[in-house]
């Protein structure tokens, strides 16, 4: 059995996009709430953690890189999450979000890809 989770991108004039990753293995309810504990009111930054995460195909002033949590389900799916290669799971994940959560939410690769995007203008 392993963990489908569901995130959702909203930008700034409410346009969503729908997230899911499957992660090896699944998580106790306790482990659950401490992911959700490890959120800033429910919002993640899914690179972080190791999870993809989708916008929209360009950036704009109404984009950011927070995504909301929204649940976890377990499913017989295969896991469709790497992390330097291997197959991630609900362990690595919960100690992905504990650093996070340790160490801060970090904007920094945001910050670079609208760098890129400003290159690709000039």
């Not at 409410?14 to 959120?39: D, H, L, M, P, R």
């Not at 799916?77 to 291997?86: D, S």
């Not at 920094?108 to 995007?117: A, F, K, R, S």
């Amino acid at each position: 059995m392993n963990t489908k989770i569901n995130y959702l991108y909203r930008d700034a004039s409410n346009y969503k996009q729908w997230n899911e990753a499957v992660v090896k293995g699944t998580f106790t309810e306790e482990e659950k709430e401490e992911i959700s504990a490890c959120t800033d009111g429910l919002l993640f930054l899914p690179q972080q953690v190791g999870l993809h995460f989708t916008q929209f195909d360009e950036v704009t002033e109404d984009d950011h890189p927070w995504a909301e949590l929204d649940e976890f389900e377990e499913v017989d799916e295969e896991p469709t999450m790497e992390e330097n290669g291997k197959v991630l799971t609900a362990a690595e994940l919960l100690a992905n979000f504990r650093k996070a959560k340790k160490e801060g939410w970090q904007e920094v690769y945001y910050t670079e890809l609208l760098n890129l995007d400003k290159e690709k203008e000039d």
